[in-house]
């Protein structure tokens, strides 16, 4: 079975793809932080964010999508474009049959942590504990993607079928 995880945003949009197998340890099979450029309109960004998960969904086939909600910001403007970045990536898995499943940053924190007020850098620790990742990740919003891998992983577990 294939995750893709995606850590949403307008700006920069985290994406994992994780395998799992039957009593196999988990497998990171790909992972970037993808960025749109600020000097195009929202409308367009907002395209380019759905051609590149269309491109990934058809590379790598997974069969889940994982992604996580919004939580409550200050800032309007921001959350409005992270919404509706959300919503053309759910909209691309919806499309493309893949079972969706969303998470809070409180779930992702407890399930890669144990504690749901850890910090990002406790999270960003945790994650090459729990998947061997085998390249150099520079990215907070990549490591983002791949703790919402491991948060799917955890939570559904008994839901999720292997192959």
């Known amino acids: 079975m294939r995750i893709i995880s995606i850590d949403p945003g307008f700006?920069?949009?985290?994406?994992?793809?994780?395998?799992?197998?039957?009593?196999k340890k988990e497998i990171l099979v790909f992972s970037e932080c993808f960025k749109t450029s600020p000097k195009i309109p929202l409308n367009e960004r907002l395209r380019d964010i759905g051609s590149e998960i269309e491109n990934v969904i058809k590379k790598y086939k997974p069969e889940i999508l994982a992604i996580e909600k919004l939580f409550f910001t200050t800032n309007q403007k921001t959350v409005m474009g992270v919404a509706e970045a959300r919503g053309v990536i759910?909209?691309?898995?919806?499309?493309?049959?893949?079972?969706?499943?969303?998470?809070?940053?409180?779930?992702?924190?407890?399930?890669?942590?144990?504690?749901?007020?850890?910090?990002?850098?406790m999270v960003m620790s945790m994650v090459p504990k729990l998947i061997e990742v085998s390249k150099n990740i520079k990215s907070d919003d990549e490591l983002d993607a791949i703790a919402i891998g491991i948060t799917c992983l955890a939570c559904e577990k008994n839901l999720l079928k292997y192959k």
């Not at 909209?91 to 924190?109: A, D, H, S």
């Open 11 to 23: 700006e920069r949009v985290g994406v994992s793809i994780i395998e799992k197998e039957q009593q």
């Open 90 to 121: 759910i909209y691309c898995g919806t499309k493309n049959g893949l079972q969706v499943f969303e998470y809070t940053p409180p779930q992702i924190k407890i399930a890669v942590t144990g504690y749901g007020k850890a910090s990002k850098e």
